[in-house]
């Protein structure tokens, strides 16, 4: 129904940025909130930060709050991530995803992209 496509992945230094894409395709006017997790090898997907498709308003882990800043693009459906003073714990596979409704929670996402690798070395 919804197809998401991240990139923009890639190998930094601590301190370095970078800067997510998720492309949304199909079905878009299902998206509420898209939403990025990541992943780091050996550990569960948690929640990173989501944005609200009307509104625009945008949501933070703590982890995350104050480096990272999440934006859209709705009339090219796509939603951002800019990563800034990225360091080592940052490292992990990023995905985007979508539900109508959920925004945080991994077991509600209905669709999600195939992920993109970010790795931030000291």
């Known amino acids: 129904q919804v197809q998401l496509v991240e990139s923009g992945g890639g190998s930094v230094q601590a301190g370095g940025s970078l800067r997510l894409s998720c492309a949304a395709s199909g079905n878009t006017y299902k998206m509420f909130c898209v939403s990025w997790f990541r992943q780091a090898p050996g550990k569960e997907r948690n929640w990173v930060a989501h944005?609200?498709?009307?509104?625009?308003?945008?949501y933070y882990a703590d982890s995350v709050q104050g480096r990272f800043a999440i934006s859209r693009d709705s009339a090219k459906n796509t939603v951002y991530l800019q990563m800034n003073s990225l360091q080592p714990e940052d490292t992990g596979m990023y995905y985007c995803a979508t539900d109508p409704s959920s925004c945080r929670s991994v077991a509600a996402m209905d669709y999600w992209g195939q992920g993109t690798q970010v790795t931030v070395s000291s």
């Open positions: 944005i609200y498709i009307g509104k625009g308003s945008s």
